[in-house]
């Protein structure tokens, strides 16, 4: 099973960036996205199910990030816009193969398999 993070860069104030996690080996219930910043413990960002597309996102990421999925090519995708310097941060991806609620799907122990990270840098 590999999770696959990129996309991540160094970006000013107010732009996009566009993360992927490619998946392979397995299919999964649900794709989460999450970030750690120096210092700081991992936070949720945002998370989909793979069957049927419903999204999930950190009070922090509603209105700029979207959470997407392409079954066709196993990518999840998070796009991130209006980014600020307080977005920066590592990003992970995670996948989890176990029914979870909503709840649930915004803690990392509920998923088992993590991507290696991508780091995110906003500028001021």
């Known amino acids: 099973v590999q999770l696959q993070a990129s996309g991540g860069g160094l970006v000013q104030a107010g732009g996009s960036l566009r993360l992927s996690c490619a998946v392979s080996?397995?299919?999964?219930?649900?794709m989460g996205w999450f970030r750690q910043a120096p210092g700081k413990e991992r936070e949720f960002v945002a998370a989909i199910k793979w069957s049927g597309g419903s999204t999930f996102y950190a009070d922090s990421s509603k209105g700029r990030f979207t959470i997407s999925r392409d079954n066709a090519q196993n990518t999840v995708y998070l796009q991130m816009n209006s980014l600020k310097p307080e977005d920066t941060a590592v990003y992970y991806c995670a996948g989890t193969q176990l029914p979870r609620t909503t709840y649930g799907l915004g803690y990392g122990h509920s998923y088992g398999f993590w991507g290696q990270g991508t780091q995110v840098t906003v500028s001021s």
């Open positions: 080996g397995r299919t999964f219930y649900a």
